[in-house]
């Protein structure tokens, strides 16, 4: 882990009245790992499972404050504001269909919890209740392959996960009160360098790139052309060591 965020986990915050079990799992497949905590949680009988990644910088009040917001009626996820490692955009998503990942925006806010299509897991709470609502398993992903540039990489599981959720009737919610710092191992930064002003968050934006190369948030317009993508399924399946879970 991160030695700031180690630091972090020090000063968190909490109910003396809660029972906290801290679980870690390794791995190199990040939607398994997520999958594990939530059978963990769930054979643990626990209320409330967090996800706090091993490169987040967390704010002293941020279980106080999820836990808080976790507690709103419907409410089926709710997770912290954090951006991308490069700073690009904060991992939060309106406007978001598992059918047209480019369509998406970025949503407006301010400080207050607000009601979203997706959030980041790197800092995100569930009510065990809506896991006992959900078919197992619980996490899948999207693997998204870029032939020009001979890169592949795995990502959504979290965004997924809300789709479901919001299929099923729930709320998810994102807390820009609670602000984490994101570290970037490959470069040692950690992002946001600054938070944006309120001025800047206060309106839907999207993610545009330019002729050059360069990206940049923008208000959102409906007119612009989006990203070209097509969906190939493929399948995954979970194997389990020892006896089936529960």
Not at 15 to 37: K, M, N, S, Y
Not at 66 to 94: C, F, I, M, Q
Not at 152 to 179: I, K, S
Request: charged share 25%; glycine share 6%; proline share 8%.
């Amino acid at each position: 882990p991160v030695p700031a965020f180690v630091e972090s986990l020090k000063g968190l915050a909490a109910d003396p009245a809660w029972e906290i079990e801290h679980a870690t799992v390794v791995g190199d497949f990040v939607p398994a790992q997520r999958e594990l905590l939530a059978r963990m949680a769930l054979d643990a009988d626990s209320d409330l499972l967090v996800y706090l990644d091993d490169d987040m910088v967390l704010p002293p009040e941020a279980l106080l404050e999820l836990e808080r917001a976790a507690a709103a009626p419907n409410v089926g996820v709710v997770g912290a504001l954090y951006y991308t490692r490069d700073g690009a955009k904060p991992l939060a998503v309106s406007r978001w269909s598992s059918q047209r990942t480019t369509a998406g925006s970025i949503p407006a806010f301010d400080h207050a919890p607000v009601a979203v299509d997706g959030v980041g897991f790197g800092c995100a709470a569930i009510p065990t209740t809506w896991l006992r609502r959900l078919e197992a398993p619980f996490f899948s992903a999207q693997i998204y392959l870029e032939p020009t540039a001979r890169r592949v990489r795995l990502c959504n599981e979290d965004y997924l996960f809300c789709e479901r959720v919001r299929n099923a009737g729930g709320t998810v919610m994102l807390h820009p009160g609670v602000r984490c710092g994101h570290y970037d191992r490959a470069s040692q930064r950690l992002q946001p360098e600054r938070w944006e002003p309120g001025e800047a968050t206060g309106i839907e934006r999207m993610l545009v790139r330019r002729s050059d190369g360069s990206v940049a948030l923008v208000p959102y317009d409906a007119s612009l052309p989006e990203a070209d993508e097509r969906l190939e399924h493929c399948s995954v399946e979970y194997l389990w060591a020892g006896s089936q879970p529960r």
